[in-house]
């Protein structure tokens, strides 16, 4: 420890009192540094300040070329996927049970290997709550994970279920996790509506063509009906008449073939639910064969249904969806682990409106992830908006001036350069939520950086005559307080960045957690603009002050040849006070 009668303590008293005192030429170490830099700029504020806007601009078009683009919400390791089984054809439910058994057996000798999961949850035949599924997908599983730390990475896990299932025969496996943000199916979707059912199906056959030759786009799907028959009777009428045949009572024998008539329903004392009560033939008895065998009862006695009933397959007919009472389909697609669906939207989007340009009469749009993306994009840009224009009534009645407002409001909007450059610096996309946000919250620490700043300023300016002097010694005063809120606000951040999770409690760190990855590209968003911003606030600004007393001192100066920031700066001269007939040596003094 340094006592204060040491000559070190003295030194170091004397150099932290300098820029308190307006002897500039006595500050030295980083405060010092500071201050030469600072008069350097000075000597070209308009420079300076024109090649801050040409470096925002710059880092914009810097970033579009080099960056990794944008993307919806953070990649985030889940703690749970999906698997889904596609099968086309005539099925009877044990056969689709028996496929959807394949892969289950699959999925069980991965478990008995490195049990990453810790249940599987499976469904098999007609899964009544869809969720905008396939109408191909005969069986369902739900795989929830282990703790990260006790397994592979969810994209490893899948790639090796897509591997082993790969080989079974008559049905695909589709493997995917939760995406991050709202549930929108698939991430890329493009929909096609028509009044022209036959030209929007040739559309929506070419627009999957394409998909299926873009290189990153997985699992796709056009939303077409799926291939299959069904099994239409046909009665006639006046036939059925000659036999006395009620029509009504042919289908419900028809019913005891297939699903069962329906006789009645009860409740179980323990279940809300009813549960229905239908009659079928024997099993023995229920297949196509049967149908042409059923005899009803006549007022002639039993007659067999061939008589008046003819069979015969068609095409199956599968869902038709409308949009505002127009035909609609969608082709939907995943993309690759490391993809961004915005490179691919952009990439689609291109193709349709070059030559991939569809018939007239179709018309589309994207859905998915684009469309609430560009939903969460307008609503932080109005938010952003308005968080400006109230910074800039409060910076109004604070200040009385347009262009100190403008001026924060201008480090404000300068400093996204620094969250371009450490997006690129970090190699990360911009996040449209995320990254957002933490330009939002960059604001409020800018503002504030600036206010301090420029309210020192407009209290020196009134007691120094020179305003090169002022601005000096206002940049000197302020640079502890504005380094200290940078560098401690970066320092908190880094832990963030770095995805480190510290508990204090279980004595334990750890690097990569799920609930980390949230935070990345906000905390890289603050930090980078925030330590970009701090140079515009102890360098750009005021340059951009000692501009404006140019601009407004013009004729002044002109008794003078030299610039004001070439003049010699000694120990600053105050203004005395007036009415206290003070002199500048007293003033400075005090």
Not at 89 to 111: I, K
Not at 263 to 274: I, K, Q
Not at 316 to 335: E, P, S
Not at 562 to 582: E, F, I, N, S, Y
């Amino acid at each position: 420890w340094r006592t204060p009668g040491t000559p070190e303590a003295q030194a170091r008293a004397k150099a932290l009192a300098a820029d308190g005192d307006g002897d500039l030429g006595s500050v030295s170490g980083f405060t010092g540094f500071y201050v030469r830099v600072l008069r350097t700029a000075l000597r070209r504020p308009a420079l300076v300040v024109a090649g801050t806007v040409a470096l925002l601009f710059a880092s914009i078009g810097l970033y579009g070329a080099l960056g990794h683009g944008v993307e919806f919400f953070p990649d985030v390791e889940p703690d749970q996927a999906q698997v889904l089984v596609h099968a086309r054809g005539n099925f009877a439910t044990d056969q689709l049970a028996a496929l959807v058994e394949e892969v289950d057996v699959e999925l069980q000798a991965m478990q008995a290997e490195r049990g990453e999961f810790a249940s599987i949850y499976s469904l098999a035949g007609v899964i009544e709550s869809r969720d905008e599924l396939p109408e191909d997908v005969v069986g369902k599983f739900v795989l929830e994970f282990v703790d990260w730390e006790q397994r592979r990475k969810a994209d490893d896990i899948l790639a090796e279920i897509r591997e082993r299932t790969a080989g079974i025969p008559g049905i695909h496996v589709e493997a995917s996790k939760p995406r991050a943000g709202p549930p929108v199916g698939k991430p890329v979707q493009v929909r096609l509506t028509s009044r022209d059912p036959a030209a929007l199906e040739a559309e929506a056959a070419r627009v999957r063509a394409f998909f299926d030759r873009t290189a990153g786009l997985i699992e796709i799907e056009d939303g077409g009906a799926v291939p299959g028959i069904e099994w239409e009777l046909s009665v006639d009428r006046a036939q059925a008449a000659k036999f006395g045949a009620d029509v009504s009572l042919v289908g419900s024998f028809v019913q005891m073939v297939t699903r069962g008539f329906k006789v009645s329903s009860y409740r179980p004392d323990d279940s809300d639910d009813e549960i229905d009560i239908v009659v079928r033939f024997p099993e023995a008895q229920r297949s196509i064969g049967r149908l042409d065998e059923l005899r009803v009862e006549t007022t002639n006695g039993q007659v067999p249904v061939s008589n008046f009933v003819s069979r015969h397959a068609e095409v199956k007919t599968g869902t038709l969806r409308r949009v505002g009472g127009v035909r609609a389909m969608t082709v939907k697609a995943d993309v690759a682990p490391g993809v961004l669906v915005d490179d691919k939207v952009r990439e689609i989007r291109a193709w349709l409106q070059g030559e991939g340009k569809p018939d007239p009469k179709v018309a589309w749009t994207f859905k998915g992830e684009d469309a609430e993306q560009k939903v969460a994009q307008a609503f932080l840009v109005k938010a952003f908006g308005v968080a400006l224009f109230i910074m800039a009534i409060i910076l109004l009645a604070q200040f009385n001036s347009f262009y100190s407002a403008g001026l924060i409001l201008f480090a404000v909007v300068m400093s996204t350069i620094g969250v371009f450059l450490g997006l690129l610096i970090i190699g990360q996309p911009f996040g449209i939520v995320m990254s957002g946000i933490g330009v939002i919250a960059l604001a409020g620490i800018v503002v504030n950086n600036n206010i301090v700043l420029i309210d020192t300023w407009d209290r020196l300016k009134r007691e120094i005559a020179d305003p090169v002097e002022a601005i000096l010694l206002t940049g000197a005063q302020r640079l502890r307080p504005v380094m200290l809120t940078t560098v401690t606000t970066i320092l908190g951040l880094v832990p963030m960045m770095l995805q480190a999770n510290i508990d204090f409690v279980a004595r334990s760190v750890s690097v990569g957690a799920p609930s980390t990855q949230w935070w990345v590209q906000l905390s890289t968003a603050v930090a980078f603009g925030l330590g970009f911003a701090t140079v515009l606030t102890l360098v750009v600004t005021p340059c951009a002050l000692l501009l404006r007393m140019r601009l407004s001192q013009a004729p002044d100066a002109a008794a003078d040849d030299r610039p004001d920031c070439l003049r010699p700066v000694g120990r600053l001269r105050r203004r005395p006070v007036a009415g206290t007939g003070a002199s500048p040596a007293a003033t400075a003094a005090e």
